[in-house]
C-alpha cells in the first residue's frame, strides 16, 4: 500500500469505518437504522469531525441574531439528517417504496406533467436539504425520466460505494466535468429530466447572494435550461415530523431570463424554504468563503 502514489490513508480509513457502519446498519429494520444513523452522525461523529463548529460559524455569519437555544438545537438536527440521508440512500428500493407513498405537492406538478407528457427537457434543481435524493427517487418511481448530475467526491474510496448507491436509486447518473457531458447533454435532448444540486460553493461561480451573503454559484442549470429550452424547475423533499417520510415540493418554473436572474431565483427559492426549516439544511457545507461579504 505505501508503495501506491495514489493511495491516501487517511481516507482509506475514513472509509472503512463508514464502510462498516452502513453494513451494520444495514442489517437493521428501517424504521430502526434511519434514526440510529442519525443519532451516530450527530452525538458521535459531528462533535469529532468538527461539524457543529462549522455549523455554528456558518449560522453565526448569516443568521446572527438566532436566539442560542435555537443554534444549540439545530447543531444537533443538521447532523441527524445527514445521518438519515445518508442511510436512506444505501436503502435502496426501500427507500424508494417510501419515497413513491408521498405525493407530488406544489404549485409546479402540472408543468411537470405536461413536460413528461410532451417530451420536453427539465432541468430539476434542489439543494443539499431534507433528503435531496427522495424527489428523484419520487419522480423516478412513478416513470419520469431522471437522471443526475453529481459532483465525485474527494474521498475516493468512498465516492466508488456511494455512486454506486445513488445508481440504486435510478439511472442515469453524470458526473460533474468532460466525462459525463456528452451522455448528459444526449439525455436533455431526448427530452430526459436532470436533477442538479445549486447550493455548492463553486470557485468560478457567480456572485450571488444567499442570505444576504455573497454566495458564488454555478450557472450551469439556468445556462443548461435556455440552451436545450428546459425548463427549470426547483424541487425539494421536506423531511416530515415523524422522520422517516417527506412532502415532495415541485415549485412553478422560473421564467426565463438571463443566467445570473435566474440562478437567483433559484437561490431565492432555496433560502426560503431553509428558512421555514433551518434544521434541515446541510449547514456542514463551506457555502460562504472569503468570509462571505454582504453582497453590494
Not at 459525463?180 to 444526449?186: P, W, Y
Request: proline fraction near 6%.
Amino acid at each position: 500500500m505505501a508503495e501506491n502514489p495514489a493511495f491516501n490513508l487517511r481516507h482509506w480509513l475514513q472509509d472503512r469505518g463508514l464502510r462498516a457502519l452502513i453494513w451494520l446498519l444495514l442489517r437493521l429494520p428501517y424504521a430502526w437504522r434511519v434514526p440510529l444513523c442519525g443519532w451516530v452522525l450527530s452525538r458521535i461523529i459531528a462533535p469529532l469531525a468538527g461539524y457543529r463548529r462549522r455549523i455554528r460559524d456558518n449560522l453565526a455569519l448569516v443568521l446572527p441574531d438566532l436566539p442560542e437555544a435555537d443554534v444549540a438545537r439545530i447543531l444537533r438536527a443538521v447532523p441527524d439528517n445527514v445521518g438519515r440521508t445518508v442511510i436512506e440512500i444505501y436503502s435502496g428500493a426501500e427507500f424508494v417504496a417510501r419515497a413513491v407513498q408521498n405525493p407530488l405537492t406544489g404549485g409546479g406538478v402540472a408543468a411537470l406533467e405536461e413536460a413528461h407528457r410532451s417530451g420536453r427537457p427539465v432541468i430539476l434543481v434542489t439543494g443539499h436539504f431534507g433528503n435531496y435524493d427522495a424527489s428523484r427517487a419520487a419522480l423516478i418511481a412513478r416513470g419520469y425520466r431522471v437522471g443526475a448530475l453529481y459532483m465525485p467526491m474527494a474521498n475516493r474510496y468512498f465516492n466508488e460505494h456511494y455512486v454506486k448507491a445513488i445508481s440504486g436509486i435510478g439511472s442515469p447518473l453524470f458526473p460533474r466535468g468532460r466525462a459525463g457531458l456528452a451522455a448528459m447533454v444526449r439525455h436533455l435532448r431526448s427530452g430526459g429530466m436532470l436533477g442538479m444540486l445549486v447550493d455548492q460553493h463553486m470557485r468560478h461561480g457567480e456572485e450571488l447572494t444567499f442570505f444576504g451573503r455573497q454566495a458564488l454559484t454555478a450557472l450551469s442549470a439556468a445556462e443548461l435550461a435556455l440552451k436545450y429550452d428546459a425548463l427549470l424547475v426547483p424541487t425539494y423533499a421536506v423531511r416530515k415530523a415523524d422522520g422517516l417520510s417527506f412532502d415532495i415540493i415541485v415549485e412553478p418554473p422560473i421564467p426565463a431570463g438571463t443566467p445570473e436572474a435566474m440562478t437567483q431565483a433559484l437561490n431565492d427559492s432555496l433560502e426560503t424554504l431553509v428558512r421555514q426549516h433551518l434544521d434541515q439544511w446541510f449547514w456542514i457545507h463551506r457555502r460562504w468563503k472569503e468570509k462571505g461579504r454582504p453582497r453590494r
